[in-house]
């Protein structure tokens, strides 16, 4: 079982993104999460991030913890952009960790949030999914 659902919270063209993720990708996409400095929605979540709850209520319930925090995005975009006004703008910021790699594409204050399996190429996600916010 996997959740897919239609874009409804930020302006960018999310549903397009995701497609172009996924269609990049062999079952390395595994979330994909619309959000704002209020919100968020889920856009795709495959069964390798259903398996890890309960339920699907118990995803969501996990992400309102995680939306909890999602003001630092924000804050760390602004930071960055400040101290290192010669670099540009803060486009994205990815984590890297033992089992997921965590990428977050930033556009003003609104975001999309997905994660890949380790050994990914995130640069090239990135790209692909400002090329179609972008356009």
């Known amino acids: 079982m996997t959740v897919s659902d239609s874009s409804s919270l930020v302006a960018f063209d999310a549903d397009a993104a995701v497609a172009a993720l996924r269609e990049m990708t062999d079952n390395s996409i595994h979330l994909c999460v619309e959000y704002d400095t209020e919100e968020f929605n889920t856009l795709y979540a495959d069964e390798t991030t259903l398996a890890l709850y309960g339920s699907e209520r118990d995803m969501i319930d996990h992400f309102e913890e995680v939306l909890s925090y999602v003001h630092v995005d924000f804050m760390e975009k602004d930071l960055f952009e400040d101290v290192f006004r010669a670099a540009g703008e803060v486009r994205a ?10 990428v977050r594409v930033l556009v003003g204050q609104e975001g999309l949030f997905f994660t890949v399996s380790p050994g990914t190429d995130v640069t090239e996600l990135v790209e692909a999914a400002e090329d179609v916010i972008e356009s």
Do not use: G, P
Request: proline content about 0%.
């Open 93 to 102: 910021f990815v984590t890297y960790m033992d089992n997921v790699t965590l």
